[in-house]
T-cell receptor
Framework: DAGVIQSPRHEVTEMGQEVTLRCKPI?????LFWYRQTMMRGLELLIY????????DSGMPEDRFSAKMPNASFSTLKIQPSEPRDSAVYFC????????????FGPGTRLTVL | SQQGEEDPQALSIQEGENATMNCSYK?????LQWYRQNSGRGLVHLIL?????REKHSGRLRVTLDTSKKSSSLLITASRAADTASYFC???????????FGTGTRLTVIP
């Protein structure tokens, strides 16, 4: 298995632009998590899905952030409009199911908003 | 806070020495997990210890858990330069379905 796949790996954009981050979880995994990592705040959970359904989005910082999981093999995190303070590394992770606790992380997307 | 809090924030040791990192949390847990993150990479799961366990070993890793003190420790024995990374604890809170990571301990192993 290729593991969790994220794209793009790096994104540089200007303030006000829309940014879409993509994630393909490991096949057969039922849960998907989006995290944001910064030096100041560490690793923050933004939202997670179980069986494609959003369960907890309380970590989503603002209405500018939205996430979707249209099917079991694909999820997006969108920021519109982007701001410089959104600059961070965004990670996607997946987990096999409720009986398993280990999360498998993707390589991350490094976002820079100028 | 639901997240684990690692201590120290940074640790620098010589190759061959042992490294000990501590974690404190505030809620009841099902288990506690430790992850490693190499620079520029995603987190990798190292070991899980259940709430009814007190100690667990995996290769050069030894994890302890004291639920009465809500604390855990990760010991890496005979450290290697390749162990240089950030280490995170993640309490799996009872009733929750996700993990809460802290800011990690940055370990540097000097060759």
């Amino acid at each position: 298995d290729a593991g969790v796949i994220q794209s793009p790996r790096h994104e540089v954009t200007e303030m006000g632009q829309e940014v879409t981050l993509r994630c393909k979880p490991i096949s057969g995994h039922n849960s998907l998590f989006w995290y944001r990592q910064t030096m100041m705040r560490g690793l923050e959970l933004l939202i997670y899905f179980n069986n494609n359904v959003p369960i907890d989005d309380s970590g989503m910082p603002e209405d500018r952030f939205s996430a979707k999981m249209p099917n079991a093999s694909f999820s997006t995190l969108k920021i519109q409009p982007s701001e410089p303070r959104d600059s961070a590394v965004y990670f996607c992770a997946s987990r096999p199911g409720t009986g398993s606790h280990e999360q498998f992380f993707g390589p991350g997307t490094r976002l820079t908003v100028l | 806070s639901q997240q684990g809090e690692e201590d120290p924030q940074a640790l620098s040791i010589q190759e061959g020495e042992n490294a000990t990192m501590n974690c404190s949390y505030k809620t009841s847990i099902n288990n506690l997990q430790w992850y490693r993150q190499n620079s520029g990479r995603g987190l990798v799961h190292l070991i899980l210890i259940r709430s009814n366990e007190r100690e667990k070993h995996s290769g050069r890793l030894r994890v302890t858990l004291d639920t009465s003190k809500k604390s855990s420790s990760l010991l890496i024995t005979a450290s290697r330069a390749a162990d240089t990374a950030s280490y995170f604890c993640a309490p799996d809170q009872t009733g929750a379905n996700n993990l809460f990571f802290g800011t990690g301990t940055r370990l540097t192993v000097i060759p």
